[in-house]
Each structure stands twice: as structure tokens, then as C-alpha cells.
């Protein structure tokens, strides 16, 4: 699922459950190449992990096909709409000519006024058959915007278009304006991208006998950086990708909620039910939303930090379970989490920062780059001498193991604590080193120790 997806979804949903409406989800998957049972699935398993429980459906628009394609028919039959002969090929080489001469481009009506004995001699030429809606000659489609007020387009510049494809399936414009009607729609929150196609479906909505339109708000479009169109480079676009990177529902939801609506005293973590209780479609704003990918970084952070130890280790196991495998122990984990909790942004964050708890001493080594970074501080092999002799004998409590008296004793200062870092956790920064001592226990914290001290002498 699309950020920007993922993003009208929770808008819809927080104004069902503000106004106390119903939120209905419809899988629009009329193009039948394009649309998979699999990915039908995995949108459900989206909502469900973002926690936007819908109160009726899925309704599947691949399930109405017959119920759109005998509207069609009736909208042939009242003259509205025409069969439409003309091949794929034909099509692009007219609307290449038409922008060599200077003419916008866009159906032409060439078969819109066809004679029925015309019709029949291209059938018999076996040339496709797809419909296409006869849009108005002259005057405006207009429509109110909850958000930006009134729209309008000459119907001029809206050319004929298709509503049941050559290959006998309905396109979008005509299965929305009938689930609209059928579903008795009242609100419609999508994307600034779709304001063309809401003059389409609302021509078809008239057509078929309803003259009032629910309302409707396109959302401001969110881009990267700069306003350039949302891209890999700027961080993930599917939703799943972010899950996969560790990143808390709760979390992606405030953000995506924060793109384009912004709560009273402009808060920034906000959780779901304050969302509810002060969503306002009014309150939107219909410039674009840059996506921020950094500043979501942050706000899982604060998420995280939201979290008691309990439920954060809950929802980072799955992270630790795929790193560590059959070496993780879970009475070793929760206090990794807990020291880990005020210094991550991310699931997989936490997971990484404790993962030297739970490699094997045989199997934990201090990476190349590590090692030598440390080798350049001074001392570094007397220090790792001294914090050896003092963990062999220390008291085994917090107290006892710090290692500052060993630092002062021997005139080094703070930055020499990297040594001590890289040989116990693989890393010059990391988890409160003396809790991971604590946390590792003795024997293997000078395995460790004492391996560091002979790969830095050799």
C-alpha cells in the first residue's frame, strides 16, 4: 500500500469514527491485469496492522462486473453512451497528430456519431468494441470541495471517455459512481490526483438518475523534499516497507495523520483517540505534504518511548528472533530493551543495538573497521590490560563493575571508554556499557576483553 494510500484510508477513517459514520472498504480492482488476489490480501493486512478497522466490507468491484456492464448498456440505450470501434494504434497516432498541430490531445468523437448500419460493418470487420460516455458540448462541470471550494472545468477540455474497456470490463469511473449510489456514499476523502475523475463520475451519476453528490475533499498530494514527486531516494513509499524497517504503527500513523491536517495547538505526537476527537475536514490544508523521512524517524522515537518495556519488547521480538535466532533469550531481551528504549528510533534499531547479547563468545568478533579505529587511541592495550584485572575481580553489581576508577587511575579520559566498547559490544557507542556487562556476566565479558587485547597487540 502507498503512502498516499495508506494516508486517505486513515482520513476516511478518522472522520467515520468522529462523525460516527461507517467506514467502508472497497477494493476498486476493475483492471483485472493489474489486479491480484495476493495484493487484495496483503492492503487488508496493511489496514489491519495500522489498526483501521473498517465496518463493512471488502467489497470487491470484480465481484459487480454484470451489475456495471447492464448500466452501461442502459446508458447506450439512453444515448448518453456509444460503442467505440477505434483500435489502440488508431488512437495514439491521431493524438500524435493532433499535438504536432497543436490541438489538445484526447478522443476525438470519431465514432460517436456512427450510423447504425456503420456500427454493425465494424463489427463485422472484427475491430474492438469498448463504450465511451458522450461528455457535454459546451458549459462547466462544477462541484463543491470540502476542502477547496468550489471546482470547475469547461467540459471543452473533458473528452469523451471510456467506461467498459474492448476487453469487456468496466472502468473505474463507472463502477464508483454505481457503488457510490448502491453503497448510498455520503463522504468521499481521496488524493488531489483524482479531482479529474470526480467530474467523470459525477456526469455518470447523473446520467444514471442521481443528481446529489456526496461530498467530497481531495487531500493535498504528498511530495518529497522541495516538492519533487515522492521517490525510493526520499525514504520508502509502500507502507509495508516501513513496517519491515521496524517503524511502530502508532508512529506512522501520527505522521500520516500530520500530512495535510494539524490538531489544535499544532501537537505533533498525538495518539489515535485525541486523532479522533479532533478531526475536522476543515482543518485540512489543500497545499501539497512534504514527506519527511527523518522527521518520522523522530516521531517513532517519541512512539517508542510512549511504550512500557513490556509492550516494547513484545513488538520488537519479531525483529530479534529473525536476527538472532536460536541464541535469543527472552529473560536477556527485556533488559536489553529497556536500556536500548531511550536511545532508538526504530524496532530494528533496538534489535541491532543488543545483538551482541546474544552471539555466541566463539562466534563475536570486533569488525576490522572497529578495531582499528580504537587501535589509534592512546593506551588502548593497557586499558584493555587494566579493565581485565579489574573485572576478574570486582564485586558483580553496578557499582562494582563501573570501570571509571580503572580510566582515572591511569590518567586516560572519556573517549578511551571506546576501547572498552568495541571489545565488549562490537561498536564505539552503544547500550550503557556497564549494564551490557552486567547483562553479558563475567567470564564473558573477559573472553571478550582479553580476545580485543591480543587482536590489538598482533
Known amino acids: 500500500m502507498h503512502i498516499g494510500n495508506a494516508r486517505s484510508a486513515l482520513f476516511n477513517w478518522l472522520y467515520a469514527r468522529h462523525t460516527g459514520g461507517t467506514f467502508i472498504l472497497r477494493i476498486e480492482d476493475t483492471d483485472i491485469t493489474r489486479s491480484t488476489q495476493e495484493a487484495t490480501d496483503q492492503l487488508q493486512q496493511v489496514l489491519h496492522w495500522l489498526g483501521l478497522e473498517w465496518d463493512e466490507g471488502p467489497f470487491l468491484q470484480s465481484h459487480r462486473f454484470e451489475t456495471y456492464l447492464a448500466a452501461a448498456d442502459r446508458l447506450v440505450e439512453a444515448g448518453v453512451a456509444y460503442e467505440c470501434s477505434c483500435t489502440e494504434e488508431e488512437l495514439q497516432q491521431r493524438n500524435d497528430e493532433a499535438m504536432k498541430a497543436g490541438r489538445r490531445p484526447g478522443y476525438d468523437g470519431r465514432c460517436r456519431n456512427l450510423t447504425p448500419s456503420e456500427r454493425d460493418a465494424r463489427r463485422a470487420e472484427g475491430r474492438p468494441r469498448s463504450i465511451r460516455f458522450r461528455t457535454p458540448d459546451e458549459g462547466r462541470s462544477t462541484f463543491g470541495d470540502a476542502i477547496r471550494g468550489e471546482v470547475s472545468v469547461d467540459w471543452s477540455t473533458i473528452s469523451d471517455f471510456v467506461i467498459v474497456r474492448s476487453n469487456g470490463t468496466p472502468v473505474f469511473f463507472l463502477a464508483n459512481a454505481i457503488d457510490d449510489i448502491d ?42 523534499p522541495g516538492g519533487a514527486k515522492l ?39 498525538i495518539d489515535v483517540d485525541d486523532m479522533i476527537a479532533e478531526f475536522d475536514i476543515t ?51 527485556e533488559p536489553a530493551v529497556a536500556l536500548a528504549q531511550e536511545r532508538s528510533t526504530t524496532l530494528v534499531h533496538i534489535a541491532e543495538q543488543a545483538e551482541f547479547l546474544f552471539v555466541p563468545d566463539d562466534e563475536f568478533d570486533v569488525p576490522a573497521d572497529v578495531l582499528a579505529t580504537v587501535a589509534k587511541l592512546d593506551r588502548a592495550n593497557e586499558l584493555l590490560d587494566a579493565a581485565i584485572a579489574h573485572i576478574e575481580t570486582c564485586e558483580w553489581t553496578q557499582d562494582g563493575i563501573a570501570l571509571q576508577p580503572v580510566l582515572g587511575s591511569l590518567g586516560l579520559k572519556k573517549n578511551s571508554m571506546k576501547v572498552l566498547y568495541a571489545a565488549v559490544e562490537g561498536r564505539t557507542a552503544g547500550l550503557p556499557l556497564f549494564d551490557s556487562i552486567e547483562m553479558l556476566g563475567r567470564e564473558s565479558t573477559l573472553t571478550r576483553l582479553r580476545r580485543a587485547r591480543e587482536r590489538l597487540r598482533s
Not at 294 to 320: C, T
Open 283 to 333: 482543518r485540512v490544508n489543500h497545499a501539497a505534504a512534504a514527506f519527511d523521512v527523518q522527521k518520522l524517524e523522530w516521531m517513532n522515537g517519541e512512539h517508542i518511548r510512549r511504550l512500557s518495556v513490556e509492550e516494547l519488547a513484545g513488538a520488537a521480538l519479531p525483529f530479534a528472533k529473525a536476527r538472532y535466532g536460536a541464541h535469543l533469550d527472552i529473560r536477556t531481551f
Open 183 to 224: 453503497m448510498q456514499i455520503t463522504h468521499v476523502l481521496r488524493g488531489a490526483d483524482l479531482i479529474d475523475s470526480t467530474h467523470r463520475v459525477l456526469a455518470l451519476r447523473r446520467a444514471l438518475g442521481v443528481d446529489e453528490p456526496p461530498v467530497y475533499a481531495h487531500l493535498p498530494l504528498i511530495t518529497g
Open 231 to 269: 521517490s525510493k531516494r526520499h525514504g520508502a513509499q509502500n507502507v509495508e516497507e516501513y513496517r519491515d524497517r521496524g517503524y511502530l504503527p502508532s508512529a506512522l500513523v501520527n505522521y500520516l495523520a500530520l500530512l495535510g491536517w494539524a490538531p489544535e495547538n499544532d501537537r505533533e505526537v
